[in-house]
C-alpha cells in the first residue's frame, strides 16, 4: 500500500464531529524592510488588503494572493520571528506551468518546474539531486513544484493539485453558502434570457466556485458565463 492511499483512506475514514469554524485567516511573514517586501508582494500582483501605520511605530501590511482566502501579513512590531525564517509557504494552483510563466512574467526569480524523486525533495534546497526538472510525467496531482523567495529570504513553494484528496473539497458554512446560492439566482436570472441551452447547475456551480476563490460578484458571473458558454460550444453571451 503506497503513502497515498494510506493518506487517502486515513482522511476517508476519520469521522467527522460538528464544530465552530475555525478558519485560518492569515499567515505572518518576517521582513527586514517594509517597502521593499510591500513592493515585491505588489509586484506579484496580490491584493493589498491594508497598510496601517500607527504612533507607536507599529505598521501592518496585508497582501492576499487571487483566489485565497488565507492572506499574510508583514511589517513593523508584529513578529519577533529571523527576516526570512518563513520557509515552506504552500501556494497551490492548478496549473503549475502556467503560473511559474505568470510569476516570471512579472519578474519573479523562480525555479523551473520540478517533480521530488523523493518525498520531501520539493524542501530541500534548489540544487538538490532529487529535484528533477519538469512536472511530475503524469501530471499526478499534488507532484509537481517550483519554488521562489522574496527579497529576505522567505521561501515560497508552488504545488499544482487537480484533484484533493478526500474530505479537502470547499470550505463554505452553511449561512455563507445559502447567501451565495441567492446571488446565484439573482445573478444567473440576470444571464438566462441571453444564454444559450444549458443546466442551471453548471453556471450556479461555476459562480459559487468562482466566488468561494475570492472573486468579485462581477468577475465570478464572468467566471460562470465563459464556462457555459465553452461548455456549450457556443460564443458565451455577455451577462
Given amino acids: 500500500m ?4 494510506t493518506v487517502a483512506e486515513t482522511a476517508a475514514n476519520t469521522p467527522t464531529a460538528a464544530a465552530v469554524d475555525t478558519k ?11 517597502d521593499r517586501a510591500k513592493g515585491f508582494y505588489g509586484s506579484l500582483g496580490w491584493r493589498l488588503d491594508a497598510d496601517f501605520a500607527f504612533p507607536s511605530g507599529f505598521r501592518v ?8 482566502p488565507c492572506s499574510i501579513q508583514f511589517g513593523s512590531k508584529i513578529t519577533s520571528a529571523a527576516p526570512g525564517s518563513a520557509q515552506g509557504l504552500y501556494l497551490v494552483v492548478s496549473n503549475i506551468e502556467a503560473a511559474r510563466a505568470e510569476l516570471a512574467g512579472r519578474g519573479t526569480n523562480i525555479s ?13 534546497r534548489e540544487t538538490a ?5 519538469g512536472p511530475d510525467p503524469d501530471h ?4 509537481s513544484f517550483a519554488t521562489f523567495s522574496d527579497p529576505d529570504g522567505n521561501g515560497w513553494l ?4 487537480t484533484t484533493r484528496l478526500p474530505g479537502r473539497g470547499l470550505s463554505i458554512d452553511l449561512p455563507t453558502l445559502i447567501e451565495l446560492l441567492r446571488d446565484a439566482e439573482v445573478r444567473h436570472g440576470e444571464y438566462e434570457p441571453t444564454a444559450p441551452k444549458h443546466h442551471w447547475s453548471e453556471w450556479y456551480g461555476a459562480y459559487i466556485v468562482a466566488r468561494a476563490r475570492g472573486l468579485a460578484d462581477g468577475a465570478a458571473v464572468q467566471d460562470a458565463t465563459l464556462h457555459v458558454g465553452l461548455a456549450s460550444g457556443r460564443e458565451p453571451a455577455q451577462a
Fill in 2 to 5: 503506497s503513502s497515498t492511499q
Fill in 129 to 133: 539531486t532529487d529535484r528533477i526538472s
Fill in 112 to 124: 523551473e518546474v520540478f517533480h521530488a524523486a523523493t518525498p520531501g525533495a520539493q524542501f530541500e
Fill in 140 to 143: 499526478a496531482t499534488y507532484r
Fill in 24 to 34: 485560518l485567516e492569515v499567515v505572518v511573514i518576517p521582513v527586514a524592510d517594509v
Fill in 158 to 161: 508552488l504545488q499544482e493539485v
Fill in 61 to 68: 501590511v496585508q497582501f492576499t494572493p487571487p483566489g485565497s
